[in-house]
């Protein structure tokens, strides 16, 4: 999950339809996984997490997938709202550490 | 309740000054932490405090970034003789300190260097 410097890939989709938001993360150790959200100009703000122990989490509109065999993480937002249009980032903690480790982020817009 | 809350919002400043950046976290968070975000990149880990002590300051890229927290609440992150590259957005999240758990985000202060 190394920046991509200032291309970030870009997910457009129609409004009310599914978004599948994807992350490869790079270390085995990691045992938990957070996604965030963060809009124009503000600070991230947390959509759901999970951990290891699970493969599946679900939320209000949204849900997380993890595949630890191949190390990868996705977002799932249903019936996508213009509101959701922001930069997605996912990140990973490592079983022995505080600090997260953040991915470069996919920029999700949504057309009207 | 207040959520992470930061200050100044926006900061310019010449090359060679310092500054200061301030954060106070969510009450009761007894964990913080710093982040550095460049235009258009992720996240990058600076420092963590739990309580007042750093047991990691790893993303400290250099010797002029330094950050102190006191009373177990506010920290300030300081740049000593600020050069352009610093120009960034400086992120402060604070948890409730058990392990892994959600942190949670200020809004940030962006911080230019002319």
């Known amino acids: 999950g190394e920046s991509v410097g200032l291309h970030l890939p870009t997910l457009s989709v129609q409004e009310g339809d599914n978004s599948i938001i994807n992350c490869a993360y790079s270390n085995s150790a990691s045992d938990y996984f957070i996604w965030y959200k963060q809009e124009s100009g503000k600070g991230p703000q947390f959509i759901i997490d999970?951990?290891?122990?699970?493969d599946k989490r679900q939320g209000q509109r949204v849900t997380v997938l993890l595949n630890k065999t191949v190390k990868h993480l996705s977002l799932q937002i249903a019936a996508t709202q213009p509101g959701d249009s922001a930069v997605y980032f996912c990140a990973e903690n490592i079983s022995h550490g505080n600090k997260l480790v953040f991915g470069a982020g996919t920029i999700l817009r949504v057309k009207s | 309740g207040a959520g992470v809350s930061q200050s100044p919002s926006n900061k310019v400043t010449e090359k060679g000054k310092d500054v200061e950046l301030r954060c106070d976290p969510i009450s009761g968070h007894t964990a913080l932490y710093w982040y550095r975000q460049s235009l258009g990149q992720g996240l990058e880990f600076l420092i963590y405090f739990q309580g007042n002590s750093a047991p990691d300051k790893s993303g400290l890229p250099s010797d002029r970034f330094s950050a102190e927290r006191t009373g177990g609440s506010v920290s300030t992150l300081t740049i000593q003789r600020t050069q352009q590259e610093d120009s960034a957005v400086y992120l402060c999240?604070?948890?409730?300190?058990?392990?892994?758990?959600?942190?949670?985000f200020g809004p940030g202060t962006r911080l230019l260097v002319l």
């Open positions: 999970i951990r290891s122990n699970m």
């Open positions: 999240a604070s948890s409730f300190g058990r392990f892994q758990e959600t942190q949670y």
